[in-house]
């Protein structure tokens, strides 16, 4: 009944594609760039955390988007 039964659920996304994907981890990505600068000035241990997290999640995006373009150019060659 309006989906308010029981505890919060996790909510994600599968992209359609891997256009939608890379669309999906840059829009992320870019969300963690704006979260990094708002660290810049914050010393606090939850904030210093969140930071670290957030560069381990922009490494993996990086690292994914540069396997999504080597495969779409083994694919075109």
Do not use: H
Request: aromatic fraction near 4%.
């Amino acid at each position: 009944e309006g989906g308010k039964e029981g505890r919060k659920k996790l909510q994600g996304e599968k992209p359609l594609n891997e256009e939608a994907k890379r669309k999906s981890l840059a829009k992320i990505y870019q969300e963690l760039e704006k979260f990094q600068d708002t660290l810049e000035d914050n010393n606090q241990e939850i904030f210093v955390n969140g930071g670290e997290r957030a560069k381990k999640v922009m490494k993996e995006i990086e690292q994914e988007t540069s396997i999504l373009d080597a495969t779409k150019n083994e694919t075109i060659t």
